[in-house]
């Protein structure tokens, strides 16, 4: 979403750093480009006109104290990164819990803002973390919404109260209140009540908002808005603001080609956090908000926190555990153990979306836009072909086997053989660092060796000269 902003950026502050010693004047193009480069963004002209204020005076106030050794492009990059963190809403804020359960979570939004799969994101991520979420359909307007939840609790095991059908039957207001006295009654600890939205703000879909907050009295609102809507999210997270309240707000299709203006502006005129975030149509595709890290991928610094967190929870760690074991005690890397990192690899997600997480994704945008998602399904698909006795030892794999396993994966016998090329590489390249060889062409140093063994000097032979040998003692 932000590749056009992270760009601008970029190119501001590679302008920046090749002038060396700054002057005001720097400072002032510099600016006018991020000025510039937000407005398109769909930023609004508010927030614009304050976050350039700030970097001004931050960067002109710096300028004099700047010593001639400093990297003085450095220094303005990290104002404007402190400022884009401070907008975006400083630090990310979790939901807060009641003290007597349940805790009561209420979405509100307008319709297509996706509130009902945000409904479940929400409910199974904490359902993964231990808790005991419990889905209520008061959504009684919009056709098929009730359904549409109940499918979608069934599909991620999350129980859905639904008493009435919807499609305009029905009360809202008594659905969601019966809600909590059945989640005290078993024991739920938290309630994600999913209201109706409409195609614009009005007055019936404000009042019924309120009815259902003063019925409940949740213990969070979280205002749900589309983040390719542009201007308009702004002046729709006001209307919500002013009319029913809300505590924080929820930003989905994070995914999507829009410009991203929403994200910058919503959390500094709302006075609201931005708390969650939803980057994709998958459950998984869903987390809390980090203004630092967002801030770091605009200013095209990648996102290496999110990135870990996600290959934490991939892999498996007895499985990490077991292959650095194998490492340590120099057995080899079977293509068994590639198997099981490629599998590990597609829980976490779309490798495009992981790719532009990246430091410097910016400047790979097309290969990234390019890069082909379905080369690791191929690729499971040739080693899964192959026996285990292939996969522990794939020097056995003579031409017959190699015909069999690319007719079994679909695949030509030439792709296998590139498969072999490469992990044999591979292979090798790992035994090298065991090894202490490092890795050649990578700039990686070797691992230290052993230090040589000094072999004991050679004793010399006795002279049967009586009067050499006692020469031969004393020296």
């Known amino acids: 979403m932000f ?11 590679s302008a920046l750093r090749s002038r060396g010693k700054l002057s005001g004047a720097d400072i002032e193009n510099t600016c006018t480009e991020i000025r510039q480069a937000l407005l398109e963004s769909d930023v609004a002209l508010t927030v614009v006109e304050d976050f350039i204020a700030t970097i001004r005076d931050k960067s002109l106030a710096v300028l004099p104290t700047l010593q001639s050794g400093t990297n003085q492009a450095q220094v303005i990059f990290d104002i404007v990164n402190a400022s884009l963190v401070e907008i975006l809403g400083g630090e990310a804020r979790r939901v807060r819990f009641a003290k007597k359960p349940p805790t009561v979570i209420m979405l509100a939004g307008l319709q297509g803002a996706g509130k009902t799969t945000l409904a479940g994101k929400l409910a199974k991520y904490y359902a993964d973390q231990g ?22 609790g069934e599909s991620i095991g999350i129980p859905v109260f639904a008493p009435e059908l919807g499609s305009g039957i029905g009360d809202p207001v008594k659905v969601a209140k019966q809600a909590i006295d059945y989640a005290q009654s078993k024991l739920y600890n938290m309630v994600i009540v999913d209201t109706a939205g409409r195609l614009g703000i009005d007055e019936e879909l404000m009042q019924q908002a309120i009815r259902i907050r003063d019925a409940v009295n949740p213990d969070e609102i979280l205002f749900v808005v589309d983040a390719m809507i542009g201007q308009d999210a702004v002046r729709t997270s006001q209307a919500f603001l002013d009319g029913v309240g809300f505590d924080g707000v929820v930003l989905t299709k994070l995914d999507g080609d829009a410009r991203g203006g929403a994200a910058l502006s919503i959390a500094s005129l709302t006075k609201r956090p931005i708390m969650f975030a939803s980057t994709g149509e998958k459950i998984a595709d869903f987390d809390i908000f980090y203004p630092d890290r967002m801030a770091s991928r605009i200013l095209g610094m990648g996102d290496v926190a999110t990135l ?30 590639f198997l099981e990192q490629l599998q590990a690899m597609s829980k976490m997600g779309s490798m495009s979306k992981l790719l532009g997480m990246l430091p410097g994704a910016a400047s790979m945008k097309k290969q990234i836009e390019n890069f082909d998602e379905s080369e690791l399904v191929r690729t499971k698909a040739i080693v899964q072909s192959m026996t285990p006795t292939e996969r522990r030892d794939p020097k056995i794999l003579n031409g017959s086997r190699r015909a069999r396993i ?40 070797a691992m230290p060796k052993a230090a040589p063994k000094i072999a004991p000097p050679k004793k010399k032979s006795k002279s049967g000269n009586p009067a050499k040998r006692a020469l031969e003692e004393r020296q």
């Open 406 to 445: 690319a007719l079994g994966a679909g695949r030509k016998v030439s792709d296998v053989n590139s498969l072999v090329e490469r992990f044999s590489a591979a292979q090798k390249m790992m035994k090298q660092m065991r090894n202490g060889g490092g890795v050649p062409g990578m700039g990686l140093p």
């Open 3 to 13: 590749d056009t902003l992270t760009s601008r950026f970029s190119g501001a502050f």
């Open 131 to 152: 808790n005991t979420p419990l889905l209520v359909a008061a959504d009684l307007a919009r056709p098929n919404a009730v359904t549409q939840l109940q499918v979608l």
């Open 308 to 337: 870990a967190e996600t290959a934490k929870k991939a892999f498996d760690g007895d499985s990490s555990a077991k292959l650095e074991a194998k490492f340590a005690s120099g057995e080899d890397f079977t293509l068994e153990d």
